[in-house]
Protein backbone atom coordinates (compact mmCIF):
# COMPACT_ATOMS: atom_id res chain seq x y z
CA UNK A 1 0.00 0.00 0.00
CA UNK A 2 2.83 2.40 0.84
CA UNK A 3 4.74 1.63 -2.36
CA UNK A 4 1.17 2.49 -4.17
CA UNK A 5 0.94 5.36 -2.26
CA UNK A 6 4.63 6.36 -2.92
CA UNK A 7 3.97 5.93 -7.24
CA UNK A 8 0.70 8.47 -7.09
CA UNK A 9 3.07 10.48 -4.92
CA UNK A 10 5.82 10.67 -7.06
CA UNK A 11 2.98 11.27 -10.37
CA UNK A 12 1.49 14.13 -8.80
CA UNK A 13 5.20 15.94 -8.09
CA UNK A 14 5.96 15.06 -11.61
CA UNK A 15 2.66 16.40 -12.84
CA UNK A 16 3.40 19.94 -10.53
CA UNK A 17 7.01 20.37 -11.75
CA UNK A 18 6.18 19.82 -15.37
CA UNK A 19 3.29 22.40 -14.75
CA UNK A 20 5.54 24.70 -13.13
CA UNK A 21 8.79 24.07 -15.78
CA UNK A 22 5.84 24.82 -18.20
CA UNK A 23 5.55 28.37 -16.87
CA UNK A 24 8.88 28.86 -16.64
CA UNK A 25 9.60 28.13 -20.48
CA UNK A 26 7.23 30.57 -21.31
CA UNK A 27 8.88 33.50 -19.40
CA UNK A 28 12.27 31.92 -20.87
CA UNK A 29 10.96 32.00 -24.25
CA UNK A 30 9.50 35.34 -24.02
CA UNK A 31 12.97 36.27 -22.41
CA UNK A 32 14.65 34.57 -25.76
CA UNK A 33 12.44 36.67 -28.09
CA UNK A 34 13.65 40.11 -26.71
CA UNK A 35 17.47 39.02 -26.01
CA UNK A 36 18.65 36.18 -27.86
CA UNK A 37 16.65 36.87 -31.67
CA UNK A 38 17.95 40.46 -31.57
CA UNK A 39 21.88 38.90 -31.64
CA UNK A 40 21.10 37.24 -34.52
CA UNK A 41 18.61 35.03 -36.46
CA UNK A 42 15.67 36.98 -35.65
CA UNK A 43 13.31 33.93 -36.32
CA UNK A 44 14.59 34.99 -39.84
CA UNK A 45 14.11 30.74 -41.20
CA UNK A 46 10.68 30.91 -39.67
CA UNK A 47 9.79 33.56 -41.06
CA UNK A 48 10.73 32.17 -44.42
CA UNK A 49 8.86 29.08 -44.10
CA UNK A 50 5.85 31.57 -43.53
CA UNK A 51 7.04 33.46 -46.77
CA UNK A 52 7.18 29.95 -48.61
CA UNK A 53 3.57 29.57 -47.52
CA UNK A 54 2.64 32.37 -49.37
CA UNK A 55 4.09 31.19 -52.29
CA UNK A 56 2.59 28.39 -52.48
CA UNK A 57 -0.75 29.73 -51.98
CA UNK A 58 -0.08 32.17 -54.83
CA UNK A 59 1.58 29.60 -57.47
CA UNK A 60 0.82 26.67 -56.05
CA UNK A 61 4.49 25.59 -55.56
CA UNK A 62 6.23 26.01 -53.01
CA UNK A 63 9.73 24.91 -54.31
CA UNK A 64 9.20 27.73 -57.26
CA UNK A 65 11.62 30.01 -55.93
CA UNK A 66 14.58 27.89 -54.74
CA UNK A 67 17.05 30.29 -53.64
CA UNK A 68 17.82 32.19 -50.11
CA UNK A 69 15.22 31.15 -47.65
CA UNK A 70 14.29 28.49 -49.90
CA UNK A 71 11.67 25.30 -48.43
CA UNK A 72 14.22 22.75 -48.48
CA UNK A 73 12.36 20.03 -46.74
CA UNK A 74 10.36 17.58 -48.36
CA UNK A 75 6.72 17.85 -49.05
CA UNK A 76 5.23 16.23 -45.90
CA UNK A 77 6.74 19.25 -44.28
CA UNK A 78 4.13 21.59 -45.14
CA UNK A 79 1.80 19.89 -42.67
CA UNK A 80 3.55 21.33 -39.65
CA UNK A 81 4.07 24.48 -40.65
CA UNK A 82 0.99 25.22 -42.66
CA UNK A 83 -0.96 26.61 -39.24
CA UNK A 84 1.64 29.19 -38.82
CA UNK A 85 0.39 31.47 -41.28
CA UNK A 86 -2.94 32.46 -39.41
CA UNK A 87 -0.65 33.31 -36.52
CA UNK A 88 0.75 37.00 -36.21
CA UNK A 89 4.30 37.18 -35.78
CA UNK A 90 4.57 37.02 -32.32
CA UNK A 91 2.45 34.81 -31.25
CA UNK A 92 4.53 32.34 -34.09
CA UNK A 93 7.86 32.86 -32.98
CA UNK A 94 6.13 32.81 -29.45
CA UNK A 95 4.80 29.25 -29.87
CA UNK A 96 7.50 27.28 -32.18
CA UNK A 97 9.94 28.45 -29.12
CA UNK A 98 8.05 27.41 -26.23
CA UNK A 99 7.29 24.26 -28.78
CA UNK A 100 11.20 23.57 -28.87
CA UNK A 101 11.91 24.17 -25.55
CA UNK A 102 9.37 21.26 -24.27
CA UNK A 103 10.82 19.20 -26.91
CA UNK A 104 14.18 19.65 -25.31
CA UNK A 105 12.70 18.71 -22.11
CA UNK A 106 11.24 15.77 -23.33
CA UNK A 107 13.85 14.87 -24.47
CA UNK A 108 16.05 15.05 -21.35
CA UNK A 109 13.35 12.85 -19.41
CA UNK A 110 13.77 10.35 -21.96
CA UNK A 111 17.54 10.30 -22.06
CA UNK A 112 17.85 11.00 -18.07
CA UNK A 113 15.51 8.20 -17.30
CA UNK A 114 17.77 5.53 -19.87
CA UNK A 115 20.79 6.24 -17.67
CA UNK A 116 19.99 7.09 -14.25
CA UNK A 117 17.69 5.35 -11.51
CA UNK A 118 16.45 9.20 -10.41
CA UNK A 119 13.08 9.36 -9.56
CA UNK A 120 10.81 10.81 -11.76
CA UNK A 121 9.92 13.97 -9.87
CA UNK A 122 14.11 14.65 -9.64
CA UNK A 123 14.27 13.40 -13.27
CA UNK A 124 11.87 16.62 -14.14
CA UNK A 125 13.11 19.07 -12.18
CA UNK A 126 16.97 18.37 -13.22
CA UNK A 127 15.62 18.21 -16.94
CA UNK A 128 14.01 21.61 -16.27
CA UNK A 129 16.97 23.58 -15.29
CA UNK A 130 19.25 21.63 -17.76
CA UNK A 131 17.14 23.41 -20.95
CA UNK A 132 16.96 26.35 -18.77
CA UNK A 133 20.44 26.41 -18.69
CA UNK A 134 21.26 25.44 -22.43
CA UNK A 135 18.81 27.72 -23.90
CA UNK A 136 21.73 30.84 -22.38
CA UNK A 137 24.57 28.84 -22.58
CA UNK A 138 24.84 25.80 -25.33
CA UNK A 139 25.35 27.76 -28.76
CA UNK A 140 23.56 25.44 -30.94
CA UNK A 141 20.57 25.46 -28.82
CA UNK A 142 21.06 28.96 -29.06
CA UNK A 143 21.65 28.95 -32.70
CA UNK A 144 18.10 26.74 -33.47
CA UNK A 145 15.73 29.14 -30.99
CA UNK A 146 17.17 32.29 -32.53
CA UNK A 147 16.45 31.11 -36.06
CA UNK A 148 13.18 28.94 -35.59
CA UNK A 149 14.63 26.00 -37.08
CA UNK A 150 13.17 22.69 -36.56
CA UNK A 151 16.51 20.74 -34.96
CA UNK A 152 14.88 20.13 -31.32
CA UNK A 153 11.16 19.29 -32.36
CA UNK A 154 12.62 16.17 -34.87
CA UNK A 155 15.53 14.87 -32.38
CA UNK A 156 12.71 14.61 -29.37
CA UNK A 157 10.37 12.28 -32.10
CA UNK A 158 13.62 10.55 -32.83
CA UNK A 159 14.34 10.05 -29.12
CA UNK A 160 11.32 9.02 -28.02
CA UNK A 161 10.51 6.00 -31.31
CA UNK A 162 13.95 5.02 -30.56
CA UNK A 163 13.86 4.54 -26.63
CA UNK A 164 10.66 4.44 -25.70
CA UNK A 165 8.09 3.35 -27.52
CA UNK A 166 7.62 -0.37 -28.23
CA UNK A 167 5.53 -2.49 -29.86
CA UNK A 168 3.34 -1.83 -32.87
CA UNK A 169 3.64 1.71 -32.66
CA UNK A 170 7.05 1.71 -32.65
CA UNK A 171 8.21 4.05 -36.06
CA UNK A 172 5.43 5.95 -36.33
CA UNK A 173 7.66 9.12 -35.21
CA UNK A 174 10.67 8.49 -36.95
CA UNK A 175 8.69 8.13 -40.44
CA UNK A 176 6.67 11.51 -38.86
CA UNK A 177 10.63 13.08 -38.84
CA UNK A 178 11.81 11.40 -41.64
CA UNK A 179 8.60 13.06 -43.47
CA UNK A 180 9.39 16.79 -42.37
CA UNK A 181 13.24 16.19 -42.88
CA UNK A 182 14.65 13.73 -44.87
CA UNK A 183 18.06 13.01 -43.19
CA UNK A 184 16.41 11.34 -40.07
CA UNK A 185 16.21 8.15 -42.99
CA UNK A 186 19.85 7.30 -41.76
CA UNK A 187 17.92 5.65 -38.52
CA UNK A 188 15.83 3.42 -40.94
CA UNK A 189 19.30 2.41 -42.12
CA UNK A 190 20.00 1.40 -38.28
CA UNK A 191 16.43 -0.28 -37.85
CA UNK A 192 17.59 -2.34 -40.73
CA UNK A 193 21.33 -3.49 -39.54
CA UNK A 194 19.41 -4.32 -36.48
CA UNK A 195 16.76 -6.57 -38.10
CA UNK A 196 14.08 -4.62 -36.35
CA UNK A 197 11.27 -5.11 -39.57
CA UNK A 198 8.41 -4.19 -37.58
CA UNK A 199 9.98 -0.75 -36.58
CA UNK A 200 11.59 -0.51 -39.99
CA UNK A 201 8.31 -1.27 -41.70
CA UNK A 202 6.08 1.32 -39.48
CA UNK A 203 8.30 3.58 -39.96
CA UNK A 204 8.53 3.88 -44.11
CA UNK A 205 4.69 3.07 -44.03
CA UNK A 206 4.46 6.20 -41.99
CA UNK A 207 6.57 8.44 -43.80
CA UNK A 208 4.46 7.10 -47.32
CA UNK A 209 1.32 7.77 -45.64
CA UNK A 210 2.48 11.64 -44.59
CA UNK A 211 3.75 12.21 -47.71
CA UNK A 212 0.30 10.80 -49.57
CA UNK A 213 -1.56 13.07 -47.54
CA UNK A 214 0.84 15.90 -48.79
CA UNK A 215 0.80 14.96 -52.24
CA UNK A 216 -2.89 15.02 -52.90
CA UNK A 217 -3.16 18.24 -50.75
CA UNK A 218 -0.23 20.01 -52.70
CA UNK A 219 0.75 17.88 -55.67
CA UNK A 220 2.05 20.59 -57.66
CA UNK A 221 4.86 21.05 -54.90
CA UNK A 222 5.19 17.35 -54.37
CA UNK A 223 5.78 16.68 -58.27
CA UNK A 224 8.37 19.29 -58.55
CA UNK A 225 10.07 18.09 -55.28
CA UNK A 226 10.54 14.76 -56.13
CA UNK A 227 11.19 15.43 -59.65
CA UNK A 228 13.17 18.70 -60.06
CA UNK A 229 14.94 19.29 -56.36
CA UNK A 230 15.76 15.82 -55.44
CA UNK A 231 16.62 13.23 -58.68
CA UNK A 232 17.88 16.23 -60.36
CA UNK A 233 20.55 16.53 -57.84
CA UNK A 234 19.28 20.44 -56.88
CA UNK A 235 19.04 19.45 -53.49
CA UNK A 236 22.74 18.80 -53.13
CA UNK A 237 23.89 21.36 -55.31
CA UNK A 238 21.99 24.30 -53.58
CA UNK A 239 25.40 23.50 -50.96
CA UNK A 240 27.87 24.20 -53.17
CA UNK A 241 28.20 28.05 -52.81
CA UNK A 242 30.68 30.34 -50.55
CA UNK A 243 28.45 31.63 -47.96
CA UNK A 244 27.83 27.68 -47.01
CA UNK A 245 31.84 27.30 -47.05
CA UNK A 246 32.10 29.53 -44.58
CA UNK A 247 29.22 28.50 -42.11
CA UNK A 248 29.81 24.75 -42.80
CA UNK A 249 30.41 22.75 -39.32
CA UNK A 250 30.57 19.97 -41.12
CA UNK A 251 33.51 17.10 -41.58
CA UNK A 252 33.31 17.34 -44.68
CA UNK A 253 33.86 20.73 -45.04
CA UNK A 254 37.05 21.06 -42.52
CA UNK A 255 39.01 19.06 -45.22
CA UNK A 256 37.44 21.89 -47.98
CA UNK A 257 39.88 24.65 -45.95
CA UNK A 258 43.54 25.51 -45.81
CA UNK A 259 45.89 23.26 -44.95
CA UNK A 260 43.52 20.80 -47.05
CA UNK A 261 42.28 21.46 -50.31
CA UNK A 262 41.41 25.31 -49.17
CA UNK A 263 37.81 25.64 -51.25
CA UNK A 264 38.78 23.58 -54.50
CA UNK A 265 37.52 19.92 -52.96
CA UNK A 266 36.42 18.07 -55.81
CA UNK A 267 32.34 17.12 -55.60
CA UNK A 268 32.85 13.58 -54.89
CA UNK A 269 35.74 13.26 -52.42
CA UNK A 270 33.42 15.83 -50.34
CA UNK A 271 30.15 13.22 -50.69
CA UNK A 272 32.81 10.53 -50.62
CA UNK A 273 33.90 11.76 -46.94
CA UNK A 274 30.00 12.32 -45.59
CA UNK A 275 29.36 8.42 -46.86
CA UNK A 276 32.60 7.59 -44.76
CA UNK A 277 31.12 9.22 -41.89
CA UNK A 278 27.76 8.22 -42.32
CA UNK A 279 29.34 4.83 -42.39
CA UNK A 280 31.19 5.35 -39.17
CA UNK A 281 28.49 6.51 -37.48
CA UNK A 282 25.89 2.95 -38.47
CA UNK A 283 28.96 1.09 -37.31
CA UNK A 284 29.56 3.18 -33.70
CA UNK A 285 25.42 3.02 -33.30
CA UNK A 286 25.28 -0.80 -34.20
CA UNK A 287 28.28 -1.45 -31.60
CA UNK A 288 26.94 0.94 -29.08
CA UNK A 289 23.38 -1.64 -29.35
CA UNK A 290 24.69 -4.53 -28.98
CA UNK A 291 26.73 -3.70 -25.93
CA UNK A 292 23.92 -2.38 -23.67
CA UNK A 293 24.86 1.53 -24.60
CA UNK A 294 21.67 2.61 -26.08
CA UNK A 295 21.45 6.42 -25.41
CA UNK A 296 25.12 6.37 -27.60
CA UNK A 297 23.69 4.40 -30.11
CA UNK A 298 21.04 6.98 -30.74
CA UNK A 299 23.35 10.09 -30.23
CA UNK A 300 25.95 8.70 -32.38
CA UNK A 301 23.61 8.73 -35.07
CA UNK A 302 22.16 11.64 -34.13
CA UNK A 303 26.14 13.37 -34.41
CA UNK A 304 26.64 11.99 -37.94
CA UNK A 305 23.16 12.48 -38.87
CA UNK A 306 24.17 15.99 -38.62
CA UNK A 307 27.80 15.89 -39.33
CA UNK A 308 28.35 13.68 -42.06
CA UNK A 309 25.70 15.66 -44.44
CA UNK A 310 27.05 17.90 -47.23
CA UNK A 311 26.60 21.03 -45.89
CA UNK A 312 25.62 21.27 -42.03
CA UNK A 313 24.77 24.40 -39.73
CA UNK A 314 25.44 25.04 -36.11
CA UNK A 315 22.08 24.41 -35.16
CA UNK A 316 22.30 20.53 -36.64
CA UNK A 317 24.32 20.08 -33.22
CA UNK A 318 21.66 20.78 -31.30
CA UNK A 319 22.38 16.84 -30.34
CA UNK A 320 25.89 18.51 -27.69
CA UNK A 321 22.90 18.57 -24.29
CA UNK A 322 22.19 14.91 -24.65
CA UNK A 323 26.46 14.30 -25.59
CA UNK A 324 26.85 14.70 -21.43
CA UNK A 325 23.66 12.73 -20.66
CA UNK A 326 26.06 9.96 -22.72
CA UNK A 327 29.06 10.37 -20.39
CA UNK A 328 26.46 9.41 -17.11
CA UNK A 329 25.86 6.08 -19.46
CA UNK A 330 29.46 5.02 -19.91
CA UNK A 331 30.85 2.70 -17.05
CA UNK A 332 33.48 2.90 -15.68
CA UNK A 333 33.76 6.68 -15.14
CA UNK A 334 37.06 7.06 -16.14
CA UNK A 335 35.94 7.99 -19.98
CA UNK A 336 33.85 10.77 -18.60
CA UNK A 337 36.17 13.93 -18.63
CA UNK A 338 36.83 13.48 -22.18
CA UNK A 339 32.81 13.41 -23.25
CA UNK A 340 32.01 15.91 -20.88
CA UNK A 341 34.96 18.42 -22.06
CA UNK A 342 34.01 17.90 -25.41
CA UNK A 343 30.77 18.59 -24.91
CA UNK A 344 31.55 21.51 -23.01
CA UNK A 345 33.13 22.60 -25.53
CA UNK A 346 30.55 22.13 -28.35
CA UNK A 347 28.72 24.36 -25.84
CA UNK A 348 30.47 27.40 -26.00
CA UNK A 349 27.99 30.53 -26.73
CA UNK A 350 29.88 31.69 -29.83
CA UNK A 351 26.75 33.78 -30.73
CA UNK A 352 27.06 36.39 -28.39
CA UNK A 353 30.96 37.07 -29.45
CA UNK A 354 29.51 36.51 -33.46
CA UNK A 355 27.35 39.75 -32.89
CA UNK A 356 29.81 41.67 -30.61
CA UNK A 357 32.56 41.02 -33.27
CA UNK A 358 30.52 42.66 -35.87
CA UNK A 359 31.01 41.59 -39.65
CA UNK A 360 34.71 42.56 -40.56
CA UNK A 361 37.42 40.07 -42.54
CA UNK A 362 38.67 39.64 -38.72
CA UNK A 363 35.19 38.23 -37.30
CA UNK A 364 34.90 36.19 -40.96
CA UNK A 365 37.99 34.23 -39.97
CA UNK A 366 37.61 33.68 -36.28
CA UNK A 367 33.84 32.54 -37.05
CA UNK A 368 35.06 29.83 -39.44
CA UNK A 369 37.94 29.15 -37.05
CA UNK A 370 34.80 28.14 -34.85
CA UNK A 371 33.20 26.03 -36.86
CA UNK A 372 35.90 24.40 -37.67
CA UNK A 373 36.69 23.88 -34.03
CA UNK A 374 33.11 22.43 -34.02
CA UNK A 375 33.63 19.93 -36.78
CA UNK A 376 37.14 18.61 -35.18
CA UNK A 377 34.93 18.25 -31.65
CA UNK A 378 32.39 16.24 -33.34
CA UNK A 379 35.07 14.09 -34.97
CA UNK A 380 36.69 13.90 -31.43
CA UNK A 381 33.56 12.48 -29.81
CA UNK A 382 33.28 9.77 -33.00
CA UNK A 383 37.00 9.26 -31.99
CA UNK A 384 36.44 8.86 -28.35
CA UNK A 385 33.11 6.70 -28.88
CA UNK A 386 35.08 4.13 -31.11
CA UNK A 387 37.75 3.61 -28.79
CA UNK A 388 35.24 3.13 -26.05
CA UNK A 389 33.35 0.58 -27.86
CA UNK A 390 36.15 -1.20 -29.71
CA UNK A 391 39.35 -0.62 -28.16
CA UNK A 392 38.58 -0.70 -24.34
CA UNK A 393 37.64 -4.04 -23.27
CA UNK A 394 35.08 -3.45 -20.50
CA UNK A 395 32.21 -5.02 -19.46
CA UNK A 396 28.93 -4.58 -21.59
CA UNK A 397 26.14 -2.59 -20.12
CA UNK A 398 23.20 -4.36 -19.04
CA UNK A 399 19.94 -3.15 -20.70
CA UNK A 400 16.87 -2.05 -18.88
CA UNK A 401 14.59 -4.95 -18.80
CA UNK A 402 11.45 -3.21 -19.24
CA UNK A 403 10.14 -0.51 -21.40
CA UNK A 404 10.86 2.97 -20.21
CA UNK A 405 6.71 3.50 -20.11
CA UNK A 406 6.63 0.41 -18.05
CA UNK A 407 9.25 1.36 -15.72
CA UNK A 408 8.11 1.74 -11.90
CA UNK A 409 7.70 5.53 -10.95
CA UNK A 410 9.44 4.58 -7.51
CA UNK A 411 12.84 3.17 -8.93
Known amino acids: MSSHFSARGQRLAFALIAVVELALFYLDARAIMHVHTPLDGRFQDLAGRVR ?72 GLVSGASVLITSWCCNPVLCCLQWGQTALLLQFLI ?90 TGIAALFNRPPFWGGTEPHLVRYALCVGVALWGLALAQRAWRKGYELTSVVSL ?11 WI ?62 LALGYLLATSYKLFAYRGSPRRRHATSFVNQSLHR
Not at 163 to 179: D, E, K, S, T
Not at 216 to 243: C, D, K
Not at 302 to 312: G, I, R, S, T, Y
Request: glycine share 4%; aromatic share 14%; proline share 6%.
Open 315 to 376: HYYAFVPLIVVVAFEWTPSRHRPVVLALAATLCLPFVYWRTIGGSGPVHSVVFQMICDADAA
Open 159 to 248: VVDMLVIRGPRRGILLGIAVAIKLFPALFLVALLFRREWRALRTAVVTFFVVTGIAAVVWPRSSWYFFRHVLLSGQELSHFNTSSNLVND
Open 302 to 312: LVVDAVALPNV
Open 52 to 123: NLEDLRHSGNIYQQFSAEAFTYPPGAIILFWPLQWLSATARDLLWTLMSLCALWGTFVVALRRVTTWSWPYV
